[in-house]
């Protein structure tokens, strides 16, 4: 797991002690992004559970790397990625197990193509120093 040492794993710390896998859990915080490229480039897939999400930079950071995405299905998560991504209900854990069972029954059959081209920092730039103008203007 990769992610910021914050209320939330915390609990996920806590929930792998109790299920007694510590050994089989590895936290990863403060990275280097040569550490999160290793990660990425090392993995084989991206698990994404989140209720609400900006953005999802984790997502396309893993597309870049041809990583197979298993994520929520929520909004901004299915306008960057559409279908090309398995999807599930974060609320249900259920869902979440199956998802990951699905993917792991067969890893290595399917093919993720989601078309992120239009993302990129200097589009955002641009977009938010516009939207700033046009606010001070």
């Not at 007694?20 to 280097?32: N, P, T």
């Not at 084989?44 to 893993?62: D, N, R, T």
Request: charged content about 20%.
């Amino acid at each position: 797991m990769a992610g910021p040492n914050d209320f939330f794993w915390e609990n996920i710390q806590d929930l792998v002690i109790r299920l007694g896998v510590s050994d089989r859990v590895q936290h990863f915080s403060d990275i280097s992004q040569s550490k999160l490229a290793y990660l990425y480039k090392n993995c084989i897939a991206v698990v994404f559970p989140s209720l609400s999400e900006g953005f999802g930079l984790p997502l396309v950071e893993g597309v870049y790397f041809h990583k197979p995405i298993i994520g929520s299905d929520i909004p901004v998560f299915k306008e960057l990625l559409g279908d090309q991504y398995i999807q599930f209900d974060p609320t249900r854990t259920k869902d979440i197990a199956g998802a990951l069972d699905r993917f792991l029954a067969t890893p290595g059959t399917r093919t993720f193509k989601p078309d992120i081209h239009n993302c990129s920092f200097k589009r955002m730039t641009d977009k938010i120093v516009h939207l700033y103008a046009l606010l001070t203007s």
